[in-house]
């Protein structure tokens, strides 16, 4: 079993950056890939970005050039660098750890609203 925990969502102006964190707890696999979604109001569940333990990055399109994933292995920890913020980036974000094809994680996400 595993918990995730969000942290460092808030409100932030368009252009701004904010960092998210996630810290997972629990039996943790080395192949367990870890990752971010979102979820806007009255829109379907999106993927932001996922990553590998050993490093390899996936992004969404909408976020390429601006949000970037890092994983610290050693504190089971998953990171989201968000940078250059927009208005429609405004969502709750959710930490994913997806074990194989058996099993997926959620935390309880966190708020993040871009607005001047």
């Known amino acids: 079993q595993v918990q995730l925990v969000e942290s460092g969502g808030g409100l932030m102006q368009p252009g701004g950056s904010l960092r998210l964190a996630c810290a997972a707890s629990?039996?943790?696999?080395?192949?367990?890939?870890m990752g971010w979604y979102r979820q806007a109001p009255g829109k379907g569940r999106e993927l932001v970005a996922t990553i590998t333990s050993g490093g390899s990055t996936n992004y969404a399109d909408f976020v390429k050039g601006r949000f970037t994933i890092s994983r610290d292995n050693a504190k089971n920890t998953v990171y989201l660098q968000m940078n250059s913020l927009k208005p429609e980036d405004t969502a709750f974000y959710y930490c994913?750890?997806?074990?194989?094809?058996?099993?997926?994680?959620w935390g309880q996400g966190t708020q993040v609203t871009v607005s001047s």
């Open positions: 629990g039996t943790i696999f080395s192949s367990d890939k």
């Open positions: 994913n750890l997806q074990r194989f094809s058996y099993r997926a994680y």
